[in-house]
């Protein structure tokens, strides 16, 4: 039996402890129907239905969500630098949950960031082992030809390693600058950059739309996120080959 004291619950669903406490004692949250008074109490999350409100909460036992994260953010949940990070435009609770990104986005690359709680999920979604699709859409200078993209499957050659072959799909090539689908299943650092700019094709900006079939929700503006529906938790635990 899977059970959680209602505070944390609450946390998971985006409250601070402090207003979860607040909550209970208010009266606002229920356990099969009927208002519960004890903010530590355990909940049952197989068979329990509490609710906020009268709306449901997730009980499930990982959080996973996608965010679109803006330029200029950096992929992690703090920064001794005090720069922007992720996880600033979260709830404060998740990161209590010690949930934290699926590989990383350099600071100038926007698009998907998925996040999750379970850290052996993140590891086969990155892992070259398991190869998992990124794909990229890249602005890049210069016009992109055919052979561009047979260099990339053959597995561009840089100078501290050989990429795995790669598909470069051309969307718009101009005489100044092209714009190009990259997807690729390794996840070196600045790795799609490198690729570009050894076949003479600066990347001037890269936006990633999709990870492992899941795409980012077009709905979803710069710096905004939104759990990841069933469908979508299913099949990553069906692609990396686990059970949540
Ligand atoms: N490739 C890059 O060059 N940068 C990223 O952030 C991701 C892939």
């Not at 299943?185 to 492992?212: C, D, F, N, W």
Request: net charge negative; charged share 30%.
């Amino acid at each position: 039996m899977r059970k959680m004291r209602l505070d944390r619950l609450l946390s998971r669903n985006g409250s601070s402890r402090k207003e979860a406490a607040a909550l209970v004692k208010a009266g606002r949250v229920t356990v099969d129907g009927r208002a519960v008074h004890d903010a530590s109490m355990q909940i049952d999350l197989d068979s329990a239905r509490v609710c906020l409100d009268g709306a449901p909460l997730r009980t499930s036992k990982h959080l996973h969500l996608m965010i679109n994260k803006p330029a200029g953010v950096l992929t992690a949940t703090q920064d001794p630098r005090g720069r922007a990070t992720v996880a600033d435009y979260l709830p404060r609770s998740f990161l209590a949950l010690e949930i934290g990104p699926v590989g990383r986005l350099d600071r100038d690359v926007t698009g998907l960031v998925l996040m999750t709680t379970d850290g052996q999920l993140a590891h086969r979604l990155i892992s070259p082992r398991w190869e998992q699709d990124k794909i990229y859409v890249a602005r890049v200078e210069g016009r992109l030809t055919e052979s561009d993209a047979v260099r990339m499957a053959e597995g561009i050659e840089l100078k501290d390693f050989t990429c795995a072959p790669a598909k470069l799909e051309i969307l718009e090539a101009g005489e100044d600058e092209s714009l190009c689908e990259v997807t690729v299943h390794e996840g070196k650092y600045h790795q799609v950059k490198r690729m570009l700019g050894a076949l003479g094709h600066p990347v001037t900006a890269l936006h990633r739309r999709s990870i492992a079939g899941i795409e980012l929700d077009s709905a979803l503006e710069a710096g905004q996120w939104r759990e990841l529906t069933e469908a979508e938790k299913a099949h990553l635990y069906n692609v990396t080959d686990l059970e949540e």
